[in-house]
């Protein structure tokens, strides 16, 4: 069965704190990963995206993620996290028509 | 920039009512969709539509759910009957193609559906 798993539902970090958030999907076709931000009271916006090639995905604000296969994982980073990166992180893998997202983490960043 | 836009952004109803949801997908892409997001839990595919046709459908879209592409530009999703819980944030999304590798879904910013 196609899921996404996010094993962090809440975390809480101080400025200038790093940042991983887990995911692991599985999917038996071609993999196309995302990871998306929703700030609160706004609309989905897309990090990143991983469609092949280097394993190693840089997307917008700072953040970049990493395609292990053997490991069925697309980890979320982020070096220096900042108070304005407080938002709900979700991670998805492509199915054949749709996107399966996991539940979502929910990220404090605390001044 | 293209984007996918939705309208209206909030629709207060009440229950039993009809309502539909209107979306502008972007201009040349094929492939539309729609997800839903009850407040506080996970983005959940309903349908996927293509060439006037669904494509996929989830066991949440059930018979009181139907799309529609009713001219070359909007792409509707009514609900006939609304229930409590089908209050939740409802995403529109669009691509270019579905096959190839390089599918992105773009998404509209919701519409935010209060069932009273």
């Known amino acids: 069965a196609q899921s996404v798993s996010q094993h962090n539902h809440h975390v809480i970090l101080s400025e200038a704190a790093s940042l991983e958030l887990g995911c692991n999907y599985s999917?038996?076709?071609?993999?196309?990963l995302f990871w998306y931000v929703q700030y609160p009271g706004q609309h989905l916006q897309l990090l990143l995206k991983?469609?092949?090639?280097?394993?190693l995905v840089k997307g917008i604000k700072g953040f970049e993620a990493e395609f292990i296969k053997s490991k069925f994982s697309f980890n979320l980073r982020k070096p220096s996290v900042q108070w304005s990166d407080t938002a709900e992180y979700f991670c998805?893998?492509?199915?054949?028509?749709?996107?399966?997202f996991g539940t979502g983490t929910r990220l404090k960043v605390l001044a | 920039e293209p984007e996918v836009t939705q309208t209206p952004s909030h629709q207060v109803t009440q229950m039993g009512q009809e309502v539909i949801l209107r979306c502008v997908p972007i201009?040349?892409?094929?492939?539309f969709y729609w997800y839903r997001q009850i407040l506080g839990q996970k983005v959940e595919f309903l349908v996927s539509?293509?060439?006037?046709?669904?494509?996929?459908k989830s066991e949440i879209f059930d018979d009181q759910f139907s799309v529609e592409r009713p001219d070359g530009s909007n792409f509707t999703l009514k609900i006939r009957s609304t229930k409590l819980e089908d209050s939740a944030m409802y995403f529109c999304?669009?691509?270019?193609?579905?096959?190839?590798?390089?599918?992105?879904?773009?998404f509209g910013p919701g519409t935010r559906l209060t069932v009273l």
């Open positions: 991983y469609f092949s090639g280097d394993p």
């Open positions: 998805a893998v492509r199915g054949t028509y749709k996107y399966i």
């Open positions: 999304a669009s691509s270019a193609w579905r096959e190839t590798s390089y599918n992105e879904q773009f």
């Open positions: 539509f293509y060439n006037n046709e669904i494509s996929e």
């Open positions: 201009s040349n892409h094929l492939y």
């Open positions: 999917y038996g076709g071609t993999v196309n």
